[in-house]
């Protein structure tokens, strides 16, 4: 197993875990998850844990439990027997995403990344407005986001897509690939060196796993054929799994997206809409909704071709949809607050009565 410094750990890491420093404690980093039994990359080698019942206890959301990437206190039991995480250290990054379905909670795709691949392929699977709204999640996340452009070899002029890319992409670099043609493959080592790791997100059937076999160098993880008729692949990869490379650096490999639903993006809008925004500061009303206001600079832009319709109706879409969570996220804090003054009113009656 290689030193802590080659799976990402740091001085800040290091400081971190002072608090939790003890007989058997050590510090390790979570690299697969399932049904909350983990595996833990450790000095000591890998390790299996769960979670330490106070940690369950005390964590009143989801992401507040260990996510892949994660560095996490690790208590050690004898062999044999599973080892118990009792606390996860803050995260320097995280990509998250508001969970599938109608709950208010967030999703904790890969935590403590240097680099996120949004992956689109250039067949039928290729999208701008799916590529922003990536974007848009990435610049939030702490971590510096690299379009790629998957499925070169399906692609007529493979560079006339990246030029369009790059209109959008917000000084996000870009990069045209094809795996199975090894074309590309080598510029992207460029991210990778010991201690940095790299997620990889896009949808289903993109070629994520077929990029991460490349970088590896053998057939490691599975991969499935694409569906003719749909232009889609099967979910060969079925959970998240931080990777080492062979030659330095980690790669977190992650299930096909179906949806990437906001959460918390906070600017990461106006970062990946930055021309939208130079325009509005030129609206005569300072809270123009660039829809029917007079003397609004936006719509005028889109009217002299500065920006293109549909990509002013996308910017208008994710406003109103992060404006939405940000209420029902309000709602979810107050909820859990007055959950943890319950419990610590419990906590305290408990210790009057004994």
């Known amino acids: 197993?290689?030193?802590?410094?080659?799976?990402?750990?740091?001085?800040?890491?290091?400081?971190?875990?002072?608090?939790?420093?003890?007989?058997?404690?050590?510090?390790?980093?979570?690299?697969?998850?399932?049904?909350?039994?983990?595996?833990?990359?450790?000095?000591?080698?890998?390790?299996?844990?769960?979670?330490?019942?106070?940690?369950?206890?005390?964590?009143?959301?989801?992401?507040?439990?260990?996510?892949?990437?994660?560095?996490?206190?690790?208590?050690?039991r004898p062999k044999g027997t599973r080892s118990t995480i009792l606390s996860v250290l803050p995260r320097r990054s995280r990509f998250s995403r508001k969970a599938a379905g109608d709950t208010t909670r967030e999703q904790i795709v890969a935590a403590n990344i240097d680099t996120v691949f949004l992956t689109t392929g250039l067949d039928d699977d290729f999208n701008l407005r799916r590529i922003e709204r990536y974007l848009v999640t990435a610049w939030e996340s702490g971590a510096q986001p690299v379009v790629l452009l998957t499925k070169a070899d399906l692609s007529d002029d493979p560079d006339a897509r990246v030029r369009e890319v790059e209109t959008i992409a917000a000084g996000a670099p870009v990069h045209a690939t094809s795996a199975r043609r090894d074309h590309g493959v080598d510029v992207l080592k460029q991210y990778l060196s010991p201690g940095l790791t790299v997620a990889l997100l896009g949808s289903s059937g993109v070629g994520k796993s077929t990029l991460i076999n490349r970088l590896i160098g053998h057939e490691q993880q599975r991969t499935a054929e694409v569906s003719p008729r749909r232009s889609r692949g099967r979910h060969t990869t079925t959970h998240r799994e931080l990777i080492l490379l062979p030659e330095g650096g980690l790669v977190i490999d992650t299930p096909g997206l179906r949806e990437i639903q906001l959460w918390d993006v906070g600017g990461a809008i106006g970062t990946t809409f930055a021309d939208v925004e130079a325009l509005a500061s030129g609206c005569y009303f300072s809270d123009c909704r660039h829809d029917t206001e007079p003397h609004c600079a936006v719509r005028q832009g889109v009217a002299e071709g500065a920006v293109p319709a549909d990509r002013l109706d996308h910017y208008l879409k994710l406003r109103r949809e992060a404006d939405h969570l940000a209420a029902k996220q309000d709602q979810l804090a107050q909820l859990q607050e007055k959950r943890r003054g319950k419990a610590i009113h419990k906590a305290l009656r408990q210790m009057t009565q004994d």
């Not at 750990?9 to 050590?26: E, N």
């Open 1 to 76: 197993m290689p030193a802590l410094e080659a799976l990402g750990w740091s001085a800040r890491f290091a400081d971190a875990f002072q608090a939790h420093a003890g007989p058997d404690v050590v510090p390790g980093r979570v690299s697969l998850e399932y049904q909350h039994i983990y595996r833990v990359f450790t000095e000591q080698g890998e390790i299996l844990a769960t979670l330490a019942g106070r940690l369950r206890h005390e964590a009143v959301a989801a992401v507040e439990y260990p996510g892949v990437g994660d560095w996490v206190a690790l208590r050690l």
